[in-house]
């Protein structure tokens, strides 16, 4: 029985599957990743429809564009690159190791799934199932406790995997595609990755490929990890053709060389390293609560929220819906119009402060730290204690030339929920908190039939403390409530993580514990009390240090905790006799460290500590970036570095010519 209905039955021609000894005529097509690309002719007949091309108008990356301007790559180049990889990867098995019985239909139907996994996505990429879809459900909620009613349609699970299906099915039937109903299965469970799901039996590592549940290594994320560094403009340090060369199945999973160890653990690194810096930019994050905001807005009228069940409609659900909502005259989209406006003009939210914390409290930051909460705080706070009297973030104090325009005390009566958004994220390298590599099978030359984890030596033996982390972003929609706001969150905060209320019983660790192994290299560290919650040091400037006043100045006091040091592509080095840190590069010692000329290694669960990524300095200024995250450990915890506020940089000293005269001596000794 085919999918689209039996009046089609009877047509070989249409049919996908008539031939599985037999070569499939293919098209190429070219790509700024691969290459050229090689498909089977009944792919692209999927390619050449309106619901497949629906995918040119969602970008891949949704508002990242907004910061990175060239990142404008789709949804549509995407699925091509995947589906291709799909291909390429059951081709190597299937003529490598004839012995798995893969067929043509195998491959046709991975080809078939890696095309179509990102079918379903809706506007702005993972805004629309991520941030916009929770909303409407909430709004659904509360409007259904104040009528006594029940809902009448449950979208709390709702993703856009499950649309991926939906638009599929509709695509075949719209379109005359006739696939046989068992492998339409098939292609669905391949989507998705669960064996399980599939009514037949069909080969288990072929739920590797497309969608990957056992280790997350899979061909979606082999595409967009080199397609989005392509369009950043960065360096990738990993090979997909390696890697797929080295592939090869093992009592029914797909194993890896033992020599491509290291490129898969570069790998996972890179896309959390991509999460944290790129997709989860603070301004991207901004332009999505602002998208979020204009769909809700719009969602009473244009009823968009009721289109993901209805695939007539969801065809025509695109990032072009933000143009549908400006060029309209309806006046109860007047506040949509708006936000959009200030988009445009870049007026947006104001990123207030934030924190990380450990991956266990995903769950409290998301039940406590909440738009009700923070006002709640913010008010009382308002009430007993005088506010800020100038701006508190360093980006503010860049674009503002005064604080004439911030809040005061008087504005915090004002302050409503609607005001607040608050982001929180987690960010893993694609197994939560778990190392990757220790769901991934390998194998070795000399013995390429016997399957075994990594290794060891085969890669680096310094490994993380934590695989995950979470970000708790807080906004402001209006610029004048960024200290009360600000305010609010922090005495929130401090209420979380020293309050004996009842209400109140989260434990939030704002530390991170030492390892409980350490390199052989590494001094013995003496473990320190979890320090309490502190105000985020890199969002909070004093008056008397503000850039302002200290522009000119040729040192700053370092406020943060703990505070990553930068001079001029120097690290920072321990003693191996004592606890002691010993100043001898500046001739000066800086809270017990020594400045040495060493590069490119950390220490804490790995001998040294790079801070480039922390503090970038000139000889005369310093400039504080993003707070120190738990990958970065320091060792023995903050206490080591002594009180941040006695740190302090001094310029380096002018070379003299009893320097040059004594370096002449050493050469000349050389030679």
Excluded at 55 to 65: A, F, I, K, M, P
Excluded at 431 to 445: A, H, I, R, W
Excluded at 570 to 590: C, F, H, Q, Y
Aim: hydrophobic letters at 35%.
């Amino acid at each position: 029985m085919s999918s689209s209905g039996s009046s089609h039955a009877s047509t070989s021609s249409s049919k996908l599957f008539t031939m599985n000894d037999a070569a499939a005529q293919t098209r190429q097509s070219a790509c700024i990743v691969h290459g050229r690309i090689e498909l089977d002719a009944f792919v692209w007949k999927i390619i050449d429809t309106p619901q497949f091309q629906r995918l040119r108008e969602l970008h891949q990356l949704g508002t990242t564009t907004y910061v990175w301007p060239c990142a404008t790559h789709t949804r549509f180049e995407h699925s091509l690159g995947v589906a291709f990889l799909a291909r390429k990867l059951a081709l190597h098995l299937k003529h490598n190791q004839p012995e798995l019985k893969i067929t043509n239909r195998d491959v046709y139907c991975v080809e078939i799934a890696g095309l179509c996994h990102d079918l379903g996505h809706g506007p702005f990429s993972h805004v629309f199932d991520g941030k916009f879809m929770p909303k409407v459900v909430q709004r659904r909620e509360a409007l259904a406790r104040m009528s006594g009613e029940t809902m009448r349609v449950d979208d709390s699970n709702w993703s856009h995997e499950q649309a991926s299906v939906m638009m599929l099915e509709f695509m075949l039937k719209a379109n005359d595609l006739h696939i046989e109903e068992a492998d339409l299965a098939f292609i669905k469970a391949l989507i998705d990755g669960k064996a399980e799901d599939c009514p037949q039996k069909e080969k288990p590592f072929l739920f590797e490929i497309v969608a990957n549940k056992r280790n997350g290594l899979d061909v979606d994320k082999y595409d967009y990890l080199l397609r989005d560094l392509t369009m950043f403009g960065s360096k990738t340090d990993f090979s997909v053709g390696m890697i797929f060369n080295s592939c090869r199945v093992i009592d029914n999973r797909i194993c890896y060389d033992s020599k491509v160890a290291h490129s898969l653990d570069e790998l996972t690194h890179k896309r959390f390293h991509l999460h944290r810096s790129h997709y989860n930019h603070k301004t991207a994050v901004a332009v999505e609560g602002m998208i979020c905001d204009i769909l809700l807005e719009a969602d009473p009228v244009l009823r968009i929220s009721e289109s993901i069940h209805d695939p007539e409609r969801y065809q025509w659900l695109d990032d072009t819906i933000i143009r549908q909502i400006a060029r309209t005259d309806d006046p109860r989209l007047l506040r949509a119009k708006e936000l959009i406006n200030r988009i445009q003009r870049r007026d947006l939210y104001k990123c207030v402060d934030y924190n990380y914390c450990e991956y266990s409290d995903l769950d409290a930051c998301r039940k406590l730290v909440t738009p009700r909460n923070i006002v709640e705080r913010a008010n009382v706070f308002a009430q007993t204690e005088s506010l800020p009297s100038i701006p508190t973030s360093p980006t503010d104090l860049e674009e503002r030339d005064s604080a004439d325009e911030l809040a005061d005390e008087g504005l915090a009566a004002d302050l409503t929920e609607d005001m607040v958004t608050v982001d929180v994220v987690s960010l893993h390298h694609g197994m939560k908190e778990k190392d990757p590599l220790k769901f991934v099978d390998f194998y070795s030359k000399h013995n390429p039939n016997q399957a075994c984890l990594a290794p060891r030596g085969a890669v680096t033996t310094i490994r993380l403390a934590s695989y995950a982390e979470v970000l708790v972003r807080v906004y402001t929609k209006d610029k004048r409530f960024f200290n009360v706001v600000q305010a609010g969150y922090r005495a929130l905060m401090q209420e979380i993580d020293g309050s004996t209320t009842q209400e109140l019983k989260p434990e939030l660790s704002q530390s991170i514990s030492p390892p409980t192994t350490e390199a052989p290299t590494t001094p013995k560290q003496t473990s320190s009390p979890s320090p309490s919650f502190t105000p985020n040091p890199f969002t909070t400037t004093s008056q008397e240090n503000s850039p302002q006043r200290k522009k000119d100045a040729s040192f700053r006091k370092i406020r943060s905790e703990p505070a990553a040091l930068f001079l001029s592509g120097r690290s920072l080095k321990m003693s191996d006799d004592d606890d002691e840190w010993n100043g001898s590069s500046l001739g000066d010692k800086i809270g017990g460290t020594e400045v040495t000329p060493t590069l490119g290694r950390t220490f804490g669960t790995e001998d040294w500590y790079t801070a480039s990524n922390r503090l970038e300095t000139t000889p005369t200024k310093l400039r504080r970036k993003a707070p120190v995250s738990m990958f970065s450990p320091l060792p023995g915890g903050v206490s080591d570095l002594g009180d941040p506020a006695d740190i302090q940089m001094k310029s380096p000293g002018k070379r003299t010519a009893e320097d040059d005269e004594g370096s002449g001596k050493e050469k000349r000794r050389k030679i």
